[in-house]
T-cell receptor, first 114, second 112 residues
Framework: NAGVMQNPRHLVRRRGQEARLRCSPMKGHSHVYWYRQLPEEGLKFMVYLQKENIIDESGMPKERFSAEFPKEGPSILRIQQVVRGDSAAYFC????????????FGAGTRLSVL | GENVEQHPSTLSVQEGDSAVIKCTYSDSASNYFPWYKQELGKRPQLIIDIRSNVGEKKDQRIAVTLNKTAKHFSLHITETQPEDSAVYFCAANSNSGYALNFGKGTSLLVTP
């Protein structure tokens, strides 16, 4: 089991560009969560998805951010028209059915906006 | 989201000593409390967790205690080793049940 896989590990974007972050959950896991971590801070919940469904996006900014978890393929966190304040580490976690609390994290994508 | 406060923000101990990190939470509906260890540039790694129906859990050199009445829980590491050096995060699940609210982390340094 390769664990939660995120790519890219590092992503550099200029202001106004789009950022796409990908997450493949652990094998057998059907729940995906995205968190954002600013320097010297803990992780902040953004969104919780199951296959083809957004369950809770209460932590996600209303504008420019979107997430999906299609029937086939990885979960995608999309940030449109990035600004410098979007620079952070974005972590994805997954959990198996019936154990939504127990979340295993990927290595993260470090987004830098120039 | 609900608040999780974590103290201290930095902790330095000598190898072989014990380390204690404390957290408080505000959401009385929280019933799951994991601890994560994060080494520089790496993923947060789940090291131990506790549910609200128990007061203490131990796994080799690490233990977690929970006081639901006071809404606080603690991580105890005994016989610390240099490889224990990392940032440790506590978390509590939110009233939704699954989203985790994290503390700001404790940077632990174990010196030989």
């Amino acid at each position: 089991n390769a664990g939660v896989m995120q790519n890219p590990r590092h992503l550099v974007r200029r202001r106004g560009q789009e950022a796409r972050l990908r997450c493949s959950p652990m094998k057998g896991h059907s729940h995906v969560y995205w968190y954002r971590q600013l320097p010297e801070e803990g992780l902040k919940f953004m969104v919780y998805l199951q296959k083809e469904n957004i369950i809770d996006e209460s932590g996600m900014p209303k504008e420019r951010f979107s997430a999906e978890f299609p029937k086939e393929g990885p979960s995608i966190l999309r940030i449109q028209q990035v600004v410098r304040g979007d620079s952070a580490a974005y972590f994805c976690a997954s959990s198996p059915p019936g154990s939504e609390n127990i979340q295993y994290f990927g290595a993260g994508t470090r987004l830098s906006v120039l | 989201g609900e608040n999780v406060e974590q103290h201290p923000s930095t902790l330095s101990v000598q190898e072989g000593d014990s380390a204690v990190i404390k957290c408080t939470y505000s959401d009385s509906a929280s019933n799951y409390f994991p601890w994560y260890k994060q080494e520089l540039g790496k993923r947060p790694q789940l090291i131990i967790d506790i549910r609200s129906n128990v007061g203490e859990k131990k796994d080799q050199r690490i233990a977690v205690t929970l006081n639901k009445t006071a809404k606080h829980f603690s991580l105890h590491i005994t016989e610390t080793q240099p490889e224990d050096s990392a940032v440790y995060f506590c978390a509590a699940n939110s009233n939704s049940g699954y989203a985790l609210n994290f503390g700001k982390g404790t940077s632990l340094l174990v010196t030989p």
